[in-house]
């Protein structure tokens, strides 16, 4: 059973930089595009981007602040995520760049906020 953690979430003021950081464990990581999530309270969960074998893409809203990257043999996938903005504020969350996602993890929260 495949599991996922996610961390490096925190408080940051608009402006700043966080790197959030996704283990995943109990499969063969390589093999699968990825992908980090996003989602507010009362809102559906929102595709953020994704790194696979075509390369990465990004929502409108991030492209050109966060960055997506990987590494194989560590089993991790990262998000760097600079310039933050108030509604970037949400819980991240990793998984698979597909609709046939694995079991979701706890998420990490993310609040920017002065």
């Known amino acids: 059973q495949v599991q996922v953690v996610e961390s490096g979430g925190g408080l940051v003021q608009p402006g700043g930089s966080l790197r959030l950081s996704c283990v995943a464990s109990?499969?063969?990581?390589?093999?699968?595009?990825l992908a980090w999530y996003r989602q507010v309270p009362g809102k559906q969960r929102e595709w953020v981007a994704g790194?696979?074998?075509?390369?990465?893409s990004y929502a409108d809203s991030v492209k050109g602040r966060f960055t997506i990257s990987r590494d194989n043999a560590k089993k991790t996938v990262y998000l760097q995520m600079n310039s933050l903005q108030a509604e970037d504020t949400a819980v991240y969350y990793c998984n698979r760049w597909s609709t046939n996602y694995w079991g979701w993890g706890q998420g990490t929260q993310v609040t920017v906020s002065s």
């Open positions: 109990g499969t063969i990581f390589s093999i699968y595009s």
């Open positions: 790194i696979g074998g075509s390369g990465t």
